[in-house]
């Protein structure tokens, strides 16, 4: 037998090494036919794997059955590698090589010796020798081992080799006394971190695994006689998890094995360690996940951002606390008097073709009357009732309204009146009782207890005979609530309950049939007698029992007044002049033909019939005391002007009031203002200034009520909320099942790319959503917001509240988290709340921008159209579409509008800079770090992510700024 032949025959049979060889030995390619590794109970020793029955050894082993030693570098193919048996050393190594089985390389030198096994992702790229701790391809270390806990009881020299892999994350270890090998291990999906802590890098590996095998018979194995002790059956035995901690500039490292916790303590200490890689440059970019234990700048920027706003907020809350108890200890009294409106000469213009829809209609409501503006359709009725509530108009508008006979500024007519507009605006998800509750919440005085705004509530649902559908929901087109006669009432409940000196009604008896518009009126009427309110309202064709119940009527036709007047002497005022009604006719719809019929209308306003008629100065028209239903016109007693008043006013044929002979006083409509009582006035409009933008109740009770209004709407039309939930889940699972589990192939890096940017596409589309929700309730706030509901900035706080935390927030939260671990997207706490983190305010930043559409342009239709297509061009220059460095120049901007492109280079350098792409191209490997593609293949920056988070902050706060804005300046009634 020759020598290779006798070490053949012993190593198949078995791994006792009696005899010192330190001869070099040929490969073993004599013993392939002998030794059947697969039908061998020892199979390959030192992690060898065996394949078509021989064995494959690991780089530093070979022989039959991996037993010996392989001395070559790793450059050299394994078969051409010489072998040493494994209880010698190899006695020299090649080159730039060290180390126990000279596969540590020492210099670049010794690694650009040879060919590499591999290719480079850049051409003409050399090798480098890799001495640091942080891994990157494939490293081999050999250490000595310290410990007299082993030395103890067997004693010599140890000595340890590794090869570590973060490649496939696996660690193989071989322990050696005095050269003689006396186990192995190997450690399956480890992971690797770079750690950072307190100025030192260490490199750690994490092992969840460890397998060992003792090779016996060996002195720690046992089978040599002498120790008493073997450890043959405890590393047998070992389970892991095991961890290796190599600080990057030091030659020392710490092994923890959790089984051996009870023999090594404190871990057992490595020394000397000698490792070395052969990698590329390009292999050497972040291919490790570094942690640092002391916080970057961007997260100190965050935190110091969060806390400023966190303490802004406890500032904003303590104020509005402050003010909010202060206002429930002021006195409080609910308005018990009525007021008078007079309007001299109100004509109003529209600007854009110059049409004139009233010309100089004057009249008056003295405190405590009910005056009634008839006239057919398109009179201009709902023109002069808008004018006289204070509200915005297109046109130009021209006469004066006096307030109690004083002139006052538009916000506090706006103050002084309860408005019912034509149509009705009401919240759909409430019921009867919370929408007038929360009318009252925001607009009693805030010192009111509870149980008296509750009371009041009730007495005006009752007075309004909405007792029976108090608690229904009031509904709309497709949730059908209350009737629409209901409803009307309500939308007069809401301006009831505040007990206004004047309220105005438009039309408050449209759809109501002709019992409810009796009592309606009958109610209004009652508020009038009790000298609470002056009531002004319009009306079409009331029955002659509801007509007969106005103090006071005015009729307009085409713009210009046909009467005004006393309403029991209508009938005579026309008789004078040849009109009369004819009988068992209503005097009401008598007056409508009158109005309408160009024959009637005429003789209405023919001087000579005036004259025939007796009357003094034409067609005039008195205000009187007394109605039919015997009810007195309440004159208030503020204004000296309007004791006892009787108001005289000329009709279509002159608008120059006269001072006329009629019984009582006459008000001199053109009254000049002097200059005495123009500074007084100025003066008292600096003062009135002060308290005109005042609200009845606090903000912070308007956020409260606003909010709990909110959070019922949402809990109450809950289809957007479960759309929003449900789509999120289930697109979670669509792109986690998609994109399940993505190797770290080529195929793999562009779907873990397209997942990234997939999910935020859904996110940003989801966003439109933002534009029907926000048109529904922006109509509401128009029109509270001008009744003096509330202002603003309660209502915004309380909408992005609503919309961005359980539609956008929490969807994303549950998308990102079902698809992020489906997908298999980086297994690291940091890494997934990074993730979540972008996602968040990626959504938030898109829902605010549409948001903004929402608040700027009007019509659903031309919002989703502009939203979408915005949207589509962000996502254009996301950075996935087109390579951010091959834009045209002229172009080159738009993508820093995109909010796609910082939310998706955020998402890609957080998951994919750390990674590293394996992959083979018709049968030549590489092996690249995922930061080169991003640089190369996308023109990322891979020390953006921080900066791009704060920039989609910048984002959100620049929108919810123009939001504010718009809502504030635009977003205001205009009739
Ligand atoms: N902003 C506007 N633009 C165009 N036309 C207007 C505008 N405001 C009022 N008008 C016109 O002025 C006229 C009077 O309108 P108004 O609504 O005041 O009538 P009305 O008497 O209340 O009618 P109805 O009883 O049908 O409500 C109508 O012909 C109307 O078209």
Redesign the pocket.
């Known amino acids: 037998m020759t020598l290779a032949g006798h070490i053949c025959a012993q190593s198949a049979t078995s791994t006792v090494v009696t005899t010192a060889i330190s001869t070099a030995i040929p490969p073993s390619q004599t013993c392939e036919a002998q030794y059947d590794c697969s039908a061998s109970p020892k199979g390959c020793l030192n992690n060898g794997v065996c394949e078509n029955k021989a064995c494959k050894c690991m780089s530093g082993f070979g022989g039959i059955d991996c037993s010996l030693l392989a001395c070559g570098s790793p450059l050299i193919d394994p078969a051409q590698r010489p072998t040493v048996a494994s209880n010698t050393s190899c006695s020299s190594c090649d080159d730039g090589f060290g180390g126990f089985n000279c596969n540590v390389c020492q210099t670049d030198a010794g690694c650009r010796s040879k060919p590499p096994s591999r290719t480079s992702f850049l051409s003409n790229e050399e090798m480098v020798c890799n001495k640091k701790s942080e891994v990157y391809h494939n490293a081999y270390m050999t250490c000595a081992v310290r410990a007299p806990e082993l030395t103890g009881f067997f004693p010599g020299e140890y000595s340890l080799t590794m090869s570590l892999d973060p490649v496939n994350k696996t660690v193989n270890a071989q322990l050696w006394l005095d050269h003689t090998e006396q186990f192995f291990c190997s450690a399956p999906n480890c992971t690797l971190a770079t750690i950072e802590e307190k100025g030192a890098i260490q490199t750690r590996w994490d092992c969840p695994i460890l397998n060992c095998k003792c090779i016996k018979p060996t002195l720690i194995c046992g089978g040599v006689p002498g120790p008493v002790v073997t450890l043959g059956n405890v590393v047998d035995g070992l389970k892991g998890p095991f961890s290796l901690s190599c600080p990057q500039n030091s030659n020392e490292c710490d092994f923890y094995i959790k089984d051996l916790s009870g023999l090594f303590p404190t871990g057992l200490k490595v020394t000397d360690c000698d490792l070395g890689e052969c990698v590329f440059p390009s292999e050497m970019q972040s291919t490790v996940t570094t942690i640092k234990s002391t916080m970057s700048p961007g997260v100190i920027a965050c935190l110091a951002i969060l806390g400023a706003l966190v303490l802004f907020l406890i500032v904003v809350c303590s104020i509005a606390r402050r003010n909010q108890l202060i206002l429930r200890r002021t006195p409080y009294t609910l308005n018990a008097e009525a007021a008078s409106l007079e309007f001299r000469n109100v004509g109003y213009t ?1 600007n ?1 073709d110059g ?1 004139e ?1 009233l010309k100089g209609i004057s009249g008056a409501a003295p405190a405590g009357v009910v005056l009634a503006v008839m ?10 009732v808008d004018i006289l509530a204070g509200k915005r108009k ?2 130009k508008v021209t006469g004066q309204i006096l307030l109690n006979g004083k002139q006052v500024h538009e916000s506090d007519i706006r103050r002084a009146v309860g408005f019912v507009d ?1 149509e009705d605006t009401l919240p759909p998800t409430q019921t009867v009782y919370e929408a007038v509750l929360y009318s009252a919440m925001l607009r009693l005085p805030e010192a009111m207890p509870i149980h008296r705004v509750h009371e009041r509530v009730s007495e005006v649902i009752e007075m309004l005979g909405l007792t029976h559908c108090a608690d229904r929901r009031i509904g709309n087109v497709t949730a059908r609530g209350i009737s629409g006669g209901e409803k009307r009432r309500v939308s007069i409940a809401l301006e009831l309950i505040t007990r206004p000196p004047i309220l105005i009604l438009d ?1 408050p008896t449209s759809g109501l049939d002709s019992y409810s518009a009796r009592m309606v009126v009958e109610q209004l009427c009652k508020l009038a007698a009790n000298k609470t309110t002056t009531v002004i309202l ?1 009306i ?1 064709q009331p029955r002659s029992d509801i007509f007969f119940m106005f103090d006071q009527t005015l009729v ?1 036709s085409k713009g210009e007044t046909l009467y005004f007047g006393p309403t029991d002497t209508v009938a005579e005022h026309f008789r004078q002049r040849n009109l009369v009604c004819p009988p068992n006719y209503n005097i009401a719809d008598y007056l409508l033909d009158i109005a309408m019929d160009d024959a009637l209308l005429s003789k209405a306003i023919d001087k000579n019939n005036n004259e025939k008629a007796g009357a003094s100065t034409g067609r005039e028209i008195h205000v009187s005391a007394g109605n039919a239903v015997s009810r007195h016109a309440v004159v208030n007693g503020h204004s000296e002007s309007h004791a006892e008043a009787i108001l005289t006013v000329t009709g279509r044929a002159s608008n120059n009031p006269s001072p006329s002979s009629s019984h009582q006083t006459t008000v001199q409509i053109e009254k000049p203002e002097s200059f005495s009582e123009h500074h007084a006035s100025a003066a008292a409009s600096v003062n009135e200034k002060r308290q005109r933008n005042v609200y009845p109740t606090s903000f912070l009770t308007q956020l409260q009520v606003i909010m709990k209004r909110d959070f019922q709407n949402l809990i109450r039309d809950r289809s957007l909320l479960v759309l929003h939930l449900g789509v999120s889940i289930v697109l979670g699972l669509f792109i986690g099942g998609l994109y399940f589990q993505v190797p770290m192939s080529l195929a793999g890096f562009q779907n873990r790319a397209g997942s990234l940017f997939f999910m935020l596409a859904l996110l940003g589309f989801s966003s439109i959503s933002a534009l029907g929700a926000f048109t529904e309730t922006r109509i509401l706030f128009i029109k509270e917001r001008s009744n003096g509901y509330y202002p603003p900035l309660p209502f915004i706080i309380s909408t992005l509240l609503f919309d961005l935390v359980p539609l956008r927030i929490v969807p994303s939260l549950f998308m990102g988290s079902i698809s992020y671990f489906m997908i298999g997207l980086t297994a690291d706490v940091a890494t997934f709340f990074k993730f979540l983190l972008i996602l968040v305010l990626f959504n938030v930043a898109t829902a605010m921008f549409c948001l903004v559409i929402a608040a700027g342009v009007r019509t659903t239709g031309a919002a989703s159209l502009a939203s979408s297509i915005v949207i589509l061009f962000m996502m254009l220059f996301g950075g996935f579409m087109i390579n951010s460095g091959k834009i045209p120049a002229a172009l080159t901007w738009i993508q820093y509008l995109s909010m796609f492109k910082f939310g998706f280079e955020a998402l890609a350098v957080n998951e994919v800079a750390t990674t590293k792409l394996v992959d083979n191209i018709q049968g030549v490997a590489f092996n690249v770090p995922g930061s080169l593609i991003l640089q190369k293949l996308f023109g990322f920056d891979l020390g953006g992510y921080w900066r791009n988070m704060i920039i989609l902050i910048g984002f959100i706060i620049l929108f919810i700024a123009i939001f504010w804005m718009l809502v504030t300046l635009k977003l205001k009634e205009r ?1």
């Open positions: 529209l854009k049409l829809i006239g057919p359709s398109g009179a201009g009725k709902s023109t002069l297109d046109g034509q039309e319009t079409h307009i009739k």
